[in-house]
């Protein structure tokens, strides 16, 4: 159900197990729309076809591991990944507004590459086809299917499904690799959100890009046995310095083979993503309360 409850700010509450999806008062699913904004990333296990997926998120980056809901998929998708086990990730980027255009006006639906104006390339060795001119592509293989067990009268090809995706090898093009920050690290480039121009998905049918980059790191101990925090500054990033000049560089996790960037650079290319306070009692004796800021999550089912 909904109601409104006078607090310093005024709220809608949702009750998931008791109310329908979209109520009547608002124009979109609730919980579709409260986390944003997502990542958006066009997806294929075949050599013909590419799915448009808005909303994925990084279970683990070490090893790198996504998980995607299957409501979120065409059933041709998920076919392909329960079967043949292999898949691409190509970043969307707002060069393919018209592609996002046609491919979020429908429930999702894998397309020929030609319907959606999208140039299609080899993928890696036996990995399908990847979006030609994405600035990002992962080539990965089902590691795990997890049933999250709908109603017992719900047909079994109906229940909503979690897939863990492990991520074999990341291509990053050089358009997208720029001068490395100053610190005590060395690394070869930075991978530059300003660069690759990715789109995000805000629910409903609508996208955003990215304009302005800020940074800040996340809060320190003010000393080594101290309870409290000290922020850091949350200041505008500067404009990017343009690509680097680089060809390009593929990572592997596992064998870290190819030109070595100085990190795992699984954090820099899933985005934007949403970030949330995840509060919790840190101490079940004391409960003494803890918050900290969290970017990884994402929605898995909308109950549809």
Same mark, same amino acid.
């Given at each position: 159900m909904i109601k409104e409850k006078e607090r310093e700010d005024r709220f809608l509450e949702w009750e998931a197990a008791t109310a329908p999806t979209t109520p009547a008062s608002l124009d979109a699913n609730v919980f579709e729309t409260c986390v944003t904004p997502k990542p958006v990333v066009w997806v294929s296990v075949d050599e013909e076809s590419v799915a448009l997926v808005e909303g994925?998120?990084?279970?683990?980056?070490?090893?790198? @591991?996504?998980? =995607?809901?299957?409501?979120?998929?065409?059933?041709?998708? @998920?076919?392909? =990944?329960?079967r043949k086990q292999l898949v691409t990730l190509s970043m969307a980027t707002v060069d393919h507004q018209k592609s996002l255009a046609i491919a979020s006006n429908t429930s999702p639906t894998a397309f020929p590459f030609a319907d959606l104006s999208l140039e299609k390339v080899n993928g890696k060795g036996a990995w399908p086809s990847a979006v030609a001119g994405s600035p990002m592509r992962m080539f990965g293989r089902t590691m795990e299917i997890i049933d999250l067990g709908p109603p017992s009268d719900v047909p079994y090809e109906e229940h909503q499904e979690v897939i863990l995706i492990t991520v074999d090898y990341i291509q990053v093009s050089g358009s997208a690799l720029s001068k490395p920050l100053d610190g005590p690290r060395e690394t070869l480039a930075k991978i530059d959100a300003q660069l690759m121009r990715p789109v995000a998905s805000v629910g409903n049918g609508r996208f955003a890009t990215i304009t302005d980059v800020h940074s800040m790191y996340r809060p320190r101990k003010s000393s080594k046995d101290s309870e409290t925090f000290v922020s850091q500054p949350f200041v505008r990033s500067p404009s990017t310095s343009g690509p680097l000049g680089l060809n390009g560089i593929e990572y592997s996790y596992i064998d870290d083979t190819g030109v070595n960037l100085g990190y795992n650079p699984t954090k820099a290319i899933v985005l934007p993503r949403p970030i949330g306070w995840i509060s919790t009692y840190r101490d079940n004796e004391s409960k003494l309360p803890h918050v900290a800021p969290y970017s990884f999550f994402c929605e898995v089912g909308r109950g549809e």
């Open positions: 994925y998120g990084v279970a683990t980056f070490a090893p790198p @591991v996504l998980i =995607l809901g299957t409501d979120l998929l065409p059933k041709s998708i @998920v076919d392909g =990944l329960k």
